[in-house]
């Protein structure tokens, strides 16, 4: 009887173990499917608003930041598009549409700050820029 009662110690110290070892993987994979998701999720947004902006599509820009529940303040500082800001970005493509938006919705510090990076741009985006800095 004693060694039946061991068996069954050990028996149950396995399962515990199993079911340990399950429960660390299942975390582990967890953890890592979350880290590296955002950075995924991240860039496609990057990529979406470049997009977005280089084809001055103002309709779907709003619907995708709605959906994704982004505002451009909080997503400008962030974003790059070939190197230079969704301001400047927007005038060097031309975008008079989407960068009116962005000029209307980011603060006047940070359109006064961008100034000169219209003047090589749309005419549209420069009025638009010097209308909200006097705003």
Same mark, same amino acid.
């Given at each position: 009887?004693?060694?039946?009662?061991?068996?069954?110690?050990?028996?149950?110290?396995?399962?515990?173990?199993?079911?340990?070892?399950?429960?660390?993987?299942?975390?582990?994979?967890?953890?890592?499917?979350?880290?590296?998701?955002?950075?995924?999720?991240?860039?496609?947004?990057?990529?979406?608003?470049?997009?977005?902006?280089?084809?001055?599509?103002?309709?779907?820009?709003?619907?995708?930041?709605?959906?994704?529940?982004? =505002? %451009?303040? #909080?997503?400008?500082?962030?974003?790059?598009?070939? /190197?230079?800001?969704? $301001?400047?970005? *927007? !005038?060097?493509?031309?975008?008079?549409?989407?960068?009116?938006?962005?000029?209307?919705?980011?603060?006047? =510090? %940070?359109? #006064?700050?961008?100034?000169?990076?219209?003047?090589? /741009?749309?005419?549209? $985006?420069?009025? *638009? !820029?010097?209308?909200?800095?006097?705003?």
């Amino acid at each position: 009887m004693v060694f039946s009662f061991y068996n069954c110690l050990n028996l149950l110290k396995v399962i515990k173990m199993k079911k340990l070892l399950l429960a660390s993987t299942i975390t582990a994979l967890t953890i890592t499917s979350v880290v590296s998701a955002p950075q995924a999720q991240a860039a496609n947004i990057a990529q979406s608003i470049c997009e977005y902006v280089a084809s001055d599509d103002k309709k779907r820009m709003r619907s995708f930041l709605k959906a994704n529940k982004l =505002k %451009v303040r #909080s997503i400008f500082s962030g974003i790059q598009c070939n /190197g230079k800001n969704l $301001l400047e970005f *927007a !005038a060097a493509k031309g975008s008079v549409k989407t960068g009116s938006l962005m000029i209307k919705k980011l603060p006047k =510090k %940070v359109v #006064s700050a961008n100034l000169a990076h219209f003047q090589s /741009g749309a005419q549209p $985006l420069i009025d *638009a !820029a010097n209308a909200r800095i006097s705003s």
